[in-house]
């Protein structure tokens, strides 16, 4: 146990200070140099099932004050009014928004990346006026539900330290990168030379992986943080947030058994252990815990502070968090194995095509 504390320990100040390093790497959007442009922007969305928020999103995105710009508002199967509200803004608002329409997903897509790149075979152009290929920002993630809050603040700290989103910043290493569904922005050109979204079509985690994907591919690209210019609602509910992991979390290990493993039991020592330590262990093992729950509260203070505006108290939530990503997993394990595929906004795609379009795109 004493060995185990220790290599714990180690972890984590290694954690602290690569997280330390690497978020001063992280800047606001307000802090970034303002540069007019005046070249054109299409924004493109996704909307399945969307009625709800579709028509609050379209009228926020119509008001910004970028000139010039258009709206691609695509409708994926939608069962509810979410084609009917995007048909309205598109007729009151013809010069800005245009309307697509998707009635069947073709074999070998995942819905909402065919529905991007449908969205993108329309589009005059993706610029952003810097010298970067790509840009992206974190944002403020609203939620309701206090255990849904809390699954955010986990996530945002594990995110830090096992994705190091800093590494979108290094212009001298093409490892890392980083994309956010919530905000992706990028050239034409970047895009079509790594294949768009038909390089990576079956991918769950499509908006991570483009951005790993043009930063291996050679691109520089952008992260900084913008919790006051954009937010986006996570997930209604706990459930539905536990739901919709799902399909990222098992994606995000390659959809491998043993990664899975070795994901639990990772997290299960690392940030669950030291706390049950501290609690009934013996008085030198309680010294080496607290060392090592300090070392990750730190970390995760850090991070909360840096990528959200999240009070820095919700730290200590952390092992009733990392439990409920242990369950996570396990639960989006067994129901992908029993099932054979995942389920995903009514759609199901069987593990072998999953497994295989991720080879595929590897080769």
Do not use: C
Request: hydrophobic share 40%.
């Amino acid at each position: 146990m004493t060995i185990l504390l220790i290599m714990t320990i180690a972890f984590w100040t290694y954690a602290l200070i690569d997280g330390w390093r690497g978020l001063k790497s992280i800047k606001a959007l307000k802090e970034v140099q303002d540069h007019h442009s005046n070249q054109f922007v299409s924004i493109i969305l996704a909307a399945k099932d969307e009625e709800k928020a579709i028509d609050q999103t379209l009228q926020s995105l119509i008001n910004q004050t970028h000139e010039p710009f258009e709206i691609i508002a695509v409708n994926d199967r939608s069962q509810d009014q979410t084609g009917s509200i995007i048909n309205k803004w598109a007729k009151s608002n013809p010069s800005r928004i245009k309307a697509i329409h998707i009635e069947v997903l073709p074999a070998d897509w995942l819905g909402k990346n065919h529905a991007l790149y449908q969205g993108t075979g329309t589009q005059k152009e993706m610029f952003y006026y810097s010298r970067m290929e790509t840009f992206t920002f974190l944002t403020t993630l609203l939620t309701r539900p206090f255990h849904s809050l809390k699954r955010i603040k986990w996530t945002t700290f594990g995110f830090g330290f096992f994705k190091r989103p800093w590494t979108a910043n290094k212009d001298y290493s093409n490892k890392g990168g980083m994309g956010i569904g919530a905000f992706n922005m990028l050239n034409r050109s970047t895009y079509e030379a790594i294949g768009t979204h038909k390089s990576f079509s079956l991918r769950p985690d499509d908006d991570l992986y483009l951005g790993q994907l043009v930063k291996s591919s050679g691109y520089r690209q952008r992260l900084v943080t913008g919790m006051d210019e954009l937010s986006v609602e996570w997930y209604p509910s706990l459930s539905t947030a536990i739901k919709g992991l799902e399909k990222n979390t098992f994606a995000g290990l390659n959809y491998s058994y043993s990664l899975s493993f070795i994901a639990v039991s990772g997290t299960f020592i690392s940030q669950v252990l030291p706390f049950v330590i501290f609690i009934v262990g013996s008085n030198d093992h309680r010294s080496l815990s607290a060392i090592a729950i300090f070392l990750m509260l730190a970390l995760m203070v850090m991070t909360t502070r840096k990528l959200t505006h999240y009070h820095s108290l919700y730290a200590l939530t952390l092992p009733y968090s990392a439990l409920l990503f242990i369950y996570t997993i396990v639960r989006a394990l067994t129901i992908t194995i029993k099932n054979g595929g995942i389920e995903w906004r009514g759609t199901f795609y069987s593990l072998k095509d999953l497994r295989g379009k991720r080879k595929s795109t590897k080769q």
